[in-house]
């Protein structure tokens, strides 16, 4: 059972930055895809940047430029580093990995972006 934990969402004002950790149990070298999704209130689930299990990094259109997914192989642990940030990005963000045909995700963490 692989076990995700997430933290560091919080409320901050636009163009403010936050930085969120998932820390997962098993070794991230071992799944097929780690990223970062949210969700926003009333609408789906999206994905908002990830890494392959090639090690290539892909991100939302909508945060190229603001957002950098990395990740910390001797801690296990994924970042995602959140700059500029918008009203627009406010919303429940869950921890993803894949390993196989098994989906696994965090508790999410809520990012509030105030105006």
């Known amino acids: 059972q692989v076990q995700l934990v997430e933290s560091g969402g919080g409320l901050v004002q636009a163009g403010g930055s936050l930085r969120l950790s998932c820390a997962a149990s098993g070794t991230v070298f071992s799944f097929n895809f780690m990223g970062w999704y949210r969700q926003a209130p009333g609408k789906q689930r999206e994905l908002v940047a990830g890494?392959?299990?090639?090690?290539?990094?892909n991100y939302a259109d909508s945060v190229k430029g603001r957002f950098t997914i990395s990740r910390d192989n001797a801690k296990n642990t994924v970042y995602l580093q959140m700059n500029s940030l918008k009203p627009e990005d406010t919303a429940v963000y869950y921890c993803?990995?894949?390993?196989?045909?098994?989906?696994?995700w965090g508790q999410g963490t809520q990012v509030t972006v105030s105006s």
């Open positions: 890494f392959t299990s090639s090690g290539s990094t």
């Open positions: 993803n990995a894949v390993r196989g045909v098994y989906s696994y």
